[in-house]
């Protein structure tokens, strides 16, 4: 059957997003009978203000777009795109909760829509979502393809598919879906072939040697691997607390500047991830002092603010530039190195002994930190998201719809190298903006208990999960999710940083 083209492109940038979905599983407590009805009938409310959800995505089509990958003409139907199943046989809500909705759990056949798991059809959905129905509640796994948006556009597609489940405006505006912005003005891509266009410093290109080299594992590392997937909870007064005492220093020492809870939080797992995995640089836990190895952190920087004009708070398509903080190794190992082979002051100390308690009963995060060695790391962090401005941004878009063909030789990626010959890197993915636990999806669904991913069999770097909002008087939290070998995964439970700032909520 041909596929219809649809009148909408993605964008030059879009075209170089992951080919994959973003995934997210959403629990609920609702038993109400008419849940299902309910998230149908908003799924049907979506459907009508971005059509483009019941669409299928055409790659490598010549002559449609600089991206090489457009959308179908709407090609399903909600009911197409939205299945339930039952097995409230098989998972017990109480018990899942109990448990802290482990991932393993969401490893139960059926949780996950099939055709969002590799390989994928052709041409791929862009939207396909499925409910499970658990003895006591309600699983909820919603899979957008990446191409089409980023995290905070599919954070917008669930506060309108929830307006609609809840029969409320959301006051969505077709702005939301206008993709011009991301493409450039004629003036600005008038490119002499003499002086060709130099590559921005937020893209690279990957050879294909360097490609299949990396492939290359040691004999020790290949076969088979156990990996385990952790979620770990940071109570928001411990990140204030350490914010507070970063930014205190840093106004000591560089007036002005400032650091945010997400620089700092991701600057602590920077420093217990490349110490967990143990790199033949280290030396009984001690960095070398006369290593001048480099360390890097990957992590993804949104721009619809800082574009002129700005684009729409929930603008749907993917709008984000990858970009890098780069620090002395030895820098980010000393972060989590603080006291680390001193005796600990919970563990060894003698009744009665004076120590730093907070009104919770626990010892102030700042006691377990090198605050100097942090605020270095966290600032370098800012300092790169700061470096995400609008002549930068058009200067990574004009660049790629000025080269609209990828070389497959030499693969253009977003974003600098991900890390320096002979350095440690590692990435983190924040989705602590999103809403999803504020959202109220109608008196028949409630709101979200918890945001997961299924257990992972693969190495993934941190993601930090949307904020969890305070209950009962508590200040909330975040939660992050990671995935490691279990040599390396031990490490990091047991690292003297994660013990004192985070609870491991569960292991699977």
Same mark, same amino acid.
Request: aromatic share 8%; with cysteine; hydrophobic share 40%.
């Given at each position: 059957?041909?596929?219809?083209?649809?009148?909408?492109?993605l964008?030059?940038?879009?075209?170089?997003?992951?080919?994959?979905?973003?995934?997210?599983?959403?629990?609920f407590?609702?038993?109400?009978?008419?849940?299902?009805?309910?998230?149908?009938? =908003?799924l049907?409310?979506?459907a009508?203000?971005?059509?483009?959800?019941?669409?299928?995505?055409?790659? $490598?089509?010549?002559?449609?777009?600089?991206?090489?990958?457009?959308i179908?003409?709407?090609?399903?139907? +909600?009911? $197409?795109?939205?299945?339930?199943?039952?097995?409230?046989?098989?998972?017990?809500?109480?018990?899942?909760?109990?448990?802290?909705?482990?991932?393993?759990?969401?490893?139960?056949?059926?949780?996950?829509?099939?055709?969002?798991?590799?390989?994928?059809p052709?041409?791929?959905?862009?939207f396909? &979502?499925?409910?499970?129905?658990?003895?006591?509640?309600?699983?909820l796994?919603?899979?957008?393809?990446?191409?089409?948006?980023?995290?905070? @556009?599919?954070?917008?597609?669930?506060?309108?598919?929830?307006?609609?489940?809840?029969?409320?405006?959301?006051?969505?505006d077709?702005?939301?879906?206008d993709?011009?912005?991301?493409?450039?003005?004629?003036? !600005?891509?008038?490119?002499?072939?003499?002086?060709?266009?130099?590559?921005? $410093?937020?893209?690279?290109?990957?050879?294909?040697?360097d &490609?299949?080299?990396?492939?290359?594992?040691?004999?020790?590392?290949?076969?088979?691997?156990?990996?385990?997937?952790?979620?770990?909870?940071?109570?928001?007064?411990?990140?204030?607390?350490?914010?507070?005492?970063?930014?205190?220093?840093?106004?000591?020492?560089?007036? @002005?500047s400032?650091?945010?809870?997400?620089?700092?939080?991701?600057?602590?797992?920077?420093?217990?991830?490349?110490?967990?995995?143990?790199?033949?640089?280290?030396?009984?836990?001690?960095?070398?002092?006369?290593?001048?190895?480099?360390?890097?952190?990957?992590?993804?920087?949104?721009?619809?603010?800082?574009?002129?004009p700005?684009? +729409?708070?929930?603008?749907?398509?993917?709008?984000?530039?990858?970009?890098?903080?780069?620090?002395?190794?030895? $820098?980010?190992c000393?972060?989590?190195?603080?006291?680390?082979?001193?005796?600990?002051l919970?563990?060894?100390?003698?009744? @009665?002994?004076?120590?730093?308690?907070?009104?919770? =009963?626990?010892?102030?995060?700042?006691?377990?930190?090198?605050?100097?060695?942090?605020a270095?790391?966290?600032?370098?962090?800012?300092?790169?998201?700061? #470096?995400?401005?609008?002549?930068t941004?058009? @200067?990574?878009?004009?660049?790629?719809?000025?080269?609209?063909?990828?070389?497959?030789?030499?693969?253009?990626?977003l =974003?600098?190298?991900?890390?320096?010959? #002979?350095? !440690?890197?590692?990435?983190?993915?924040?989705?602590?903006?999103?809403?999803?636990?504020?959202?109220?999806?109608?008196h028949?669904? #409630?709101?979200c208990?918890?945001?997961?991913? &299924?257990?992972m069999?693969?190495?993934?770097?941190?993601?930090?999960?949307?904020?969890?909002?305070?209950?009962?008087?508590?200040?909330? #939290?975040?939660?992050?999710?990671?995935?490691?070998?279990?040599?390396i995964?031990?490490?990091?439970?047991?690292?003297?940083?994660?013990k004192?700032?985070?609870?491991?909520?569960c292991?699977?």
């Amino acid at each position: 059957m041909a596929v219809t083209v649809y009148s909408l492109h993605l964008s030059p940038l879009e075209g170089h997003m992951p080919r994959t979905y973003a995934r997210q599983i959403y629990c609920f407590s609702t038993t109400n009978s008419q849940a299902i009805e309910t998230l149908s009938e =908003g799924l049907a409310g979506l459907a009508q203000d971005v059509p483009y959800v019941l669409s299928r995505i055409i790659s $490598d089509t010549p002559g449609t777009a600089s991206s090489g990958a457009v959308i179908s003409a709407p090609y399903y139907r +909600p009911e $197409d795109i939205f299945s339930c199943h039952d097995l409230s046989g098989i998972v017990d809500y109480a018990t899942l909760k109990a448990g802290h909705f482990a991932p393993e759990v969401f490893l139960t056949p059926g949780i996950v829509p099939p055709d969002t798991i590799p390989p994928y059809p052709e041409p791929p959905a862009i939207f396909l &979502a499925r409910a499970s129905l658990v003895n006591g509640g309600l699983i909820l796994c919603v899979a957008v393809h990446h191409l089409v948006t980023d995290i905070t @556009g599919y954070d917008a597609l669930l506060k309108i598919w929830a307006s609609h489940c809840r029969k409320e405006d959301v006051g969505f505006d077709r702005s939301w879906m206008d993709r011009s912005p991301l493409y450039s003005s004629s003036q !600005s891509l008038r490119i002499n072939n003499s002086h060709p266009m130099p590559m921005p $410093d937020l893209l690279h290109t990957k050879i294909k040697e360097d &490609a299949v080299r990396g492939t290359d594992l040691p004999s020790t590392a290949k076969g088979k691997k156990d990996y385990q997937t952790g979620v770990f909870y940071f109570p928001r007064q411990h990140l204030r607390a350490l914010k507070d005492a970063t930014n205190a220093h840093i106004a000591l020492q560089e007036p @002005g500047s400032w650091v945010s809870t997400s620089d700092v939080l991701s600057a602590l797992l920077w420093s217990v991830i490349v110490r967990a995995q143990d790199h033949p640089y280290l030396r009984n836990g001690r960095v070398t002092r006369q290593s001048s190895r480099i360390s890097t952190l990957s992590f993804p920087v949104q721009f619809r603010s800082v574009l002129r004009p700005a684009l +729409p708070r929930n603008f749907l398509g993917a709008a984000f530039l990858m970009t890098s903080a780069r620090v002395p190794h030895e $820098d980010v190992c000393r972060v989590s190195d603080f006291r680390s082979l001193s005796i600990s002051l919970t563990h060894d100390q003698e009744p @009665g002994a004076e120590s730093h308690v907070n009104n919770a =009963g626990m010892q102030e995060p700042i006691d377990f930190v090198d605050i100097s060695a942090l605020a270095n790391v966290a600032l370098a962090i800012r300092r790169s998201v700061h #470096g995400i401005d609008d002549a930068t941004v058009r @200067g990574v878009l004009d660049y790629l719809e000025a080269h609209p063909r990828p070389n497959p030789e030499a693969r253009l990626v977003l =974003g600098p190298p991900r890390c320096e010959p #002979g350095g !440690s890197n590692t990435s983190v993915v924040s989705w602590a903006d999103q809403c999803i636990y504020e959202l109220d999806w109608g008196h028949a669904i #409630g709101r979200c208990d918890a945001v997961r991913l &299924a257990k992972m069999t693969v190495e993934r770097n941190p993601i930090i999960l949307p904020h969890i909002p305070g209950l009962n008087g508590d200040d909330g #939290g975040i939660e992050v999710i990671m995935s490691y070998e279990e040599d390396i995964m031990q490490r990091l439970t047991e690292s003297h940083v994660m013990k004192r700032l985070a609870t491991l909520r569960c292991l699977s």
